[in-house]
C-alpha cells in the first residue's frame, strides 16, 4: 500500500507525527477530547468510532497504517559489502490495521492529548514568557553596566524621578479614579 495524505500512520517520530492525515486525526480528537473526559468506556468507544469514520469518509478515504513486519528489520549485509537499510518515510510496505485495533489507536489518543489551553492560560504562559525576556534583558544592562548600574540605584541617580535625597512624605496621596465598566 501507498500512503496517501488522507491515512493515518502508526509509529513513532516526527515524520509519523507530522504526516498531515496524523495532523487531521489529531485535530478531530482534540475538538472531542472534553466529550471524550466525560464519558463513560462506552460512549468513549462512541466517539473513537465516530473518529474513524470521519477518516474514512474523506476523499480518498483514510486509512490506519502500520509499517509491514517485513519491513522492520534490521539492516541487512548484501554480497556486495553494502548495507539495505530499513525503509523510511513513506516508501516500503505498508499494511492496513483492523477496525478494532483503530479504534483501541484512537482512545489511546484521546486518552493522551492534553486538553486546549483556556484563553487565559495561553495568556498566563505569554506573560511568563515577557517576564522572563525582561529579566533576561536586564542580566544583560547589569553584566554590561558592570557596576555602575548597582551605584546608581544604591546612591540614588538624580534622573530618576524618586531618589533617596528627597523627602516624599509630605506629598498628597493620589489614587487614579476607577474606571467605569463600559
Known amino acids: 500500500l501507498v500512503p496517501t495524505p488522507n491515512d493515518v500512520l502508526l509509529g513513532r517520530g516526527a515524520f509519523i507525527n507530522e504526516h498531515?492525515?496524523?495532523?487531521?486525526?489529531?485535530?478531530?480528537?482534540?475538538?472531542?477530547k472534553a466529550l471524550f473526559?466525560?464519558?463513560?468506556?462506552?460512549?468513549?468507544?462512541?466517539i473513537a468510532i465516530q473518529i474513524i469514520g470521519l477518516t474514512k469518509a474523506l476523499i480518498p478515504p483514510g486509512r490506519f497504517l502500520k509499517?509491514?513486519?517485513?519491513?522492520?528489520?534490521?539492516?541487512?549485509?548484501?554480497?556486495?559489502?553494502?548495507?539495505?537499510?530499513?525503509p523510511r518515510g513513506l516508501e516500503g510496505?505498508?499494511?492496513?490495521?483492523s477496525d478494532a485495533k483503530a479504534c483501541a489507536k484512537a482512545?489511546?489518543?484521546?486518552?493522551?492529548?492534553?486538553?486546549?489551553?483556556?484563553?487565559?492560560?495561553?495568556?498566563?504562559?505569554?506573560?511568563?514568557?515577557?517576564?522572563?525576556?525582561?529579566?533576561s534583558v536586564?542580566?544583560?544592562?547589569?553584566?554590561?553596566?558592570?557596576?555602575e548600574l548597582e551605584q546608581s540605584v544604591a546612591i540614588g541617580n538624580a534622573n530618576t524621578p524618586f531618589d533617596s535625597a528627597h523627602d516624599y512624605s509630605e506629598l498628597p496621596d493620589q489614587h487614579p479614579s476607577p474606571v467605569a465598566d463600559v
Request: net charge neutral; charged share 30%; proline share 7%.
Open 20 to 32: 498531515i492525515g496524523n495532523r487531521h486525526f489529531r485535530n478531530l480528537a482534540l475538538e472531542r
Open 37 to 46: 473526559d466525560a464519558a463513560n468506556p462506552v460512549e468513549r468507544r462512541a
Open 67 to 86: 509499517r509491514a513486519p517485513y519491513a522492520l528489520r534490521q539492516p541487512v549485509l548484501l554480497s556486495d559489502g553494502k548495507y539495505q537499510l530499513p
Open 93 to 97: 510496505p505498508w499494511e492496513e490495521i
Open 107 to 135: 482512545i489511546q489518543v484521546m486518552r493522551d492529548l492534553k486538553p486546549k489551553a483556556t484563553r487565559s492560560e495561553e495568556m498566563m504562559f505569554e506573560e511568563a514568557e515577557q517576564v522572563a525576556a525582561l529579566a
Open 138 to 147: 536586564n542580566a544583560s544592562m547589569k553584566d554590561s553596566m558592570g557596576g
